[in-house]
């Protein structure tokens, strides 16, 4: 049971390249969420999915798309990417309903865009 | 909206130290509160939680107190250790409907031998 799979570790890209952050987890969660985590900021919430075939905007979402691939994977993509997406990627996963319904985190990406 | 304010960090303690990170929240109704953990190149993990007032979480030697008339979840350890220090995160969100957590900054905690 690996819980939750993030690829890339790490990336550079120059300014306007393009890159996808894929996520998966096999815990049969049905919501997902990408977060970014800068100093000072907290977790700040991009997009999430509540079920399979939906997904919806988070606090910050411009200039990110997501697409949730199946019950399992939840893909964040950068079209042109710019400095001010340098951060460190999240994804989470969870189950929708419960009263008290903790999140389960990946290990993240450290992406650092020039 | 909802919010969650922390201390500002960093703290830095001695080992055996007594550890309190204060924490308080902003909410319309009852939230679940919750603090997570998050050591060194690691993404978070659910350290305790508490789902009503006047509940208790507690784990590892930590716990948190879900306190409604003063609206807070302060974390508090009798003796830390070294290898407590990584970043703590209070956080809220409410049953039904979707789940969005609310997150705070955090705050680093650093302890020395």
């Known amino acids: 049971n690996a819980g939750v799979t993030q690829t890339p570790k790490f990336q550079v890209l120059k300014t306007g390249q393009s890159m996808t952050l894929q996520c998966a987890q096999d815990?049969?969660?049905?919501?997902m969420y990408w977060y970014r985590q800068d100093p000072g900021m907290g977790l700040r919430l991009i997009y999430y999915?509540?079920?399979?075939?939906?997904?919806d905007k988070g606090e910050v979402p411009n200039g990110y798309n997501v697409s949730r691939l199946n019950k399992r994977e939840f893909s964040l993509r950068l079209e042109s990417a710019a400095p001010s997406q340098t951060s460190v990627y999240f994804c989470?996963?969870?189950?929708?309903?419960?009263?008290?319904?903790?999140?389960?985190f990946g290990p993240g990406t450290r992406l650092t865009v020039t | 909206g909802n919010s969650v304010t922390q201390m500002e960090g960093p703290v830095t303690l001695s080992e055996e130290a007594f550890l309190t990170i204060n924490c308080t929240y902003t909410?319309?109704?009852?939230?679940?509160l919750f603090w997570y953990v998050q050591y060194p190149g690691e993404g978070l993990q659910l350290l305790l939680k508490?789902?009503?007032?006047?509940d208790k979480g507690s784990n590892k030697g930590f716990e948190a107190t879900y306190r409604k008339e003063t609206t807070s979840f302060h974390l508090e350890k009798g003796s830390v250790q070294v290898s407590d220090s990584a970043v703590y995160f209070c956080?809220?969100?409410?049953?039904?409907?979707?789940?969005?957590?609310?997150f705070g900054t955090g705050t680093k905690l650093q302890v020395i031998p």
């Open positions: 956080a809220l969100d409410f049953s039904g409907g979707y789940q969005k957590v609310t």
């Open positions: 508490a789902t009503k007032a006047d």
């Open positions: 989470a996963s969870n189950i929708q309903g419960r009263s008290s319904n903790e999140q389960y």
């Open positions: 815990m049969n969660h049905n919501s």
């Open positions: 999915s509540a079920s399979e075939g939906t997904t």
């Open positions: 909410a319309t109704g009852y939230p679940s």
